[in-house]
């Protein structure tokens, strides 16, 4: 006969058992894939992110692995095999999307591999630096792109792209730039007084 064992059912925090068994999940600070979802990126993005951290998305270097797809280029015109390194950093489109925030004055780095962007998205976190909103809605968005590229759809202009990742960035692109002006603004302020 089996004992009986305590079961966790309600948190009197007003927590849900399914945010603890997710909290648990990824309470891992030694974890890559923490960086990303500690970004204050959109549920959507997250679990984009994450599968790309897992290399779970299936592009067709993906799945020419596997066997399941003979086409390996980028379907964008790139003439390059479209695999993680690719769809995070290099794409033309991709490219083209970040060029147009950056001419609207909201510029940000650019990277060579998909371990490079890491790296700088796990510095960005601890700077609290806001171009990783920008960046990783703009990689999500190009591949909603190119997927609704190969159902036959229409393919999204780079204004109306980046006008979108501006609107899904708003509130948080602008709360984090502005406790990052008042910090410097109160430590200049500082400087000044204790000189
Ligand atoms: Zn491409």
């Known amino acids: 006969m089996d004992a009986d064992s305590l079961e966790l059912i309600k948190s009197p925090l007003g927590t849900s058992i399914l945010a603890i068994c997710y909290d648990s999940l990824f309470r891992c ?9 500690k970004l204050g990126l959109r549920p959507r993005e997250s679990i984009f ?3 790309v951290y897992m290399d779970l998305i ?4 993906w799945l020419h692995r596997r066997g399941l797809c003979a086409d390996v280029l980028c379907p964008m015109g790139c003439n390059q095999l479209e695999e993680l390194n690719h769809v995070t950093t290099q794409c033309k489109k991709l490219d083209e999307v970040l060029r147009r925030l950056e001419a609207w004055g909201f510029p940000t780095p650019r990277f060579t591999s998909l371990d490079e962007l890491k790296g700088a998205l796990k510095g960005g976190l601890l700077t609290k630096a806001s171009w990783p909103l920008l960046y990783c809605a703009a990689v999500h968005l190009c591949w909603g792109n190119r997927n609704a590229i190969r159902h036959g759809k229409n393919e999204s202009t780079i204004t109306m792209m980046a006008a979108k990742i501006l609107g899904s960035t708003t509130h948080s692109f602008f709360s984090r730039n502005l406790e990052q002006r008042f910090t410097k603004w109160a430590l200049s302020s500082g400087t000044a007084c204790a000189s």
């Open 29 to 37: 600070e030694e974890n890559q894939v923490c960086t990303i979802l």
């Open 49 to 51: 992110w994450w599968r």
């Open 58 to 61: 299936p592009m067709c270097g």
